[in-house]
DNA sequence: ACGAGCTAGTTAAGACGCTGTACTAACAAA
DNA sequence: TTTGTTAGTACAGCGTCTTAACTAGCTCGT
């Protein structure tokens, strides 16, 4: 480590400073980083200069002594490109602020292409979100399918027949921007965690046509031993259950997917629905409490059509953790919905970018 | 962020490598640390003056140009006092060299002690262990049942009568050196993980009176949301299962806890122990599967009696994952019994010490 | 035998980043 | 107006790294 990856790090830090908590005066940016005052303006001013921050006048309230000039970040001076690649038949994507709200959004249907003709398809996609912002673009986030690496490596996604495929290396280079990938889910986790305002310890389930999940484990992602941290959706939670698409049975997938989930409905009254959501619900609760139980997660998020899952699904799986974990573990825990909706893996891949490029999650 | 701070890194880096790799040359350190080798020069000058490393004379293997003066670290210059709380009858203790290895045992009954005069005890047993090291002691770690923050404060510990007692920071100020406390079982992950050879990703249960897990994440330890990571001991696994010291039923420490192995396997036949213990090593599978599935864990190591662990249980238990997890998670797999036994605790408590002041794990 | 070539380690000069000290600027209260 | 307080800046100094240029000590080829 060198001295002047001290000073990225001290200029991260003012910036996650002005991030999370808004306008900050020099001298306050100073006690909350327990730098000087004299390190602080000189960063500003880089910042400054950059275009990064910009000066908002007086704070208001007054005190004794010189008036303190706030300093805030410009959240809208630079742009993030975002590309979810979630969905088999139809790429999204977004120009997005650093506060993670979407300016522009495109989607493109991927019309069966895989492979190489998949990554120029991708390629041209980003091109056209590139062209489509009205402000510097600090780089480009993808959330992929698969299992993908720490360096933004696809080392498999079966689906779109990426293997061992360097796609953030390629992009990097096709598009002259930065680009970071990394997994859908784990991206959804990192979107509810810097946007969405989840727990330092956490759980994002993401529950569409399939399921995937992300965590977070005291304030960062989880890679795992192969990257191939968050398939709970292929961990068994039914003997002998229904044949599963990864051809094993009884796959969590199988019983709370979205569409396993309207199947399980339909032609029901709300009565009887809700108590088979509430079924459901419980096997979800089983198949948690353990991993709720050995991290000690404060949160578990569900993201996807809240009205199967917000309601006597949520409620049954709640009691269930709360039966079975430990009632210190049980006590601080929460599951609710997630915040960010279909956004979610968007913001995420924002966040990637905000992350690698300035220090900011 | 200062200068200073990352002087500190770059030190750590140099030790770590020294402690996992051996003695290696100045030039050889700049090259693995991406250091030049005026810098390592200067570091390793440091470090000699310390005492903490030592030149080892001329590397063998003729090469040309001029011959590298190996440098190794004196693993034996130092020692560190490590307590093991996690009986509730007796106090077990150690002077270890920095290599984890005990050179003088104490063990002390705790007699009914509790609250503030187990800490009286601790303070008495710390002092004749600081007494017997034979070298000058970098540091006192201490394993420690209960809910222990990052700061070595016990939150609670109900066995012990501790409630939010700064453990830490009274022994360091009673023994006037750097006191480190956490909990055991998260001590035993610590252990294995640094001079276990354990995985980056990966579990230890701790099996004994009761149950307790640690946890390691991409290499570093679960806290948790309310620093109570590990308590996997009382997740339900057996529904309307035999009542448990926690007061609820089933719990995970109701049928995997030595006792509970000893009483289901008490007067059978080895063939009708076996399969009882397979049957535990069934609920084991069904428990870890979330959390293999969901972290990507590249191990699950048991610690505690071979007899019961390392046979038909393990056996099924590792079946049981491989059939409840995704092939690909499975496939990198293993589930092995630690590899140090009753002195787990007290390397995970040496560890602690040695993170904490030389940055090594 | 001996110089060429190579690698290990040291010395010296310079760049960078943070700090402490001392300053100016701008306000409130007396 | 004076005093006290807080915000922000200027400057010298220290610590830490780097590059460049050195010395030390080996092998190899002639």
Avoid at 334 to 344: G, I, K, S, W
């Amino acid at each position: 480590m060198l001295p002047e990856h001290a000073r990225a790090h001290n200029r991260s830090l003012v910036l996650q400073h002005l991030f999370h908590e808004g306008p900050t005066s020099r001298a306050d940016l100073a006690r909350a980083t327990s730098l000087t005052r004299v390190t602080i303006s000189d960063l500003v001013n880089v910042l400054l200069a950059e275009g990064l921050v910009e000066e908002l006048g007086v704070q208001p309230g007054r005190r004794v002594g010189k008036p303190a000039i706030l300093v805030g970040m410009r959240t809208d001076a630079y742009q993030i490109v975002a590309v979810d690649l979630s969905d088999d038949a139809v790429m999204r994507g977004a120009v997005m602020t650093l506060t993670g709200e979407a300016v522009v959004r495109r989607s493109l249907p991927v019309d069966g292409h895989v492979g190489d003709a998949l990554v120029d398809l991708l390629t041209r996609f980003a091109r056209t979100l590139i062209a489509a912002a009205t402000r510097p673009v600090i780089g480009v986030g993808v959330g992929s399918p698969g299992v993908v690496d720490d360096s933004g490596r696809v080392v498999e996604a079966p689906n779109r027949q990426w293997t061992d495929l360097p796609l953030a290396a390629i992009l990097t280079d096709r598009l002259a921007l930065p680009v970071h990938v990394a997994n859908d889910a784990n991206s959804a986790a990192l979107g509810e965690y810097t946007y969405g305002g989840a727990a330092d310890s956490m759980l994002v389930l993401t529950i569409g046509q399939g399921v995937g999940a992300g965590v977070m484990v005291d304030g960062s992602r989880v890679h795992g031993a192969a990257d191939a941290a968050g398939e709970l959706g292929h961990v068994t939670v039914v003997d002998d259950g229904e044949l599963c698409a990864c051809g094993r049975r009884g796959c969590l997938e199988t019983v709370l997917a979205a569409p396993a989930l309207r199947r399980a409905v339909a032609g029901l009254d709300p009565a009887a629905a809700d108590e088979a959501l509430a079924g459901v619900g419980r096997t979800l609760g089983v198949a948690l409490a353990p991993v709720v139980g050995a991290l000690n997660l404060g949160e578990v998020l569900l993201s996807g059509p809240a009205d199967l899952l917000d309601g006597a699904l949520r409620t049954a799986a709640l009691q269930t953790l709360t039966d079975r974990t430990m009632p210190a573990t049980a006590a601080g825990l929460r599951l609710r919905m997630a915040t960010l909706d279909e956004d979610v893996v968007l913001a995420g891949a924002a966040v990637l970018v905000l992350a690698a490029q300035l220090g900011v999650s």
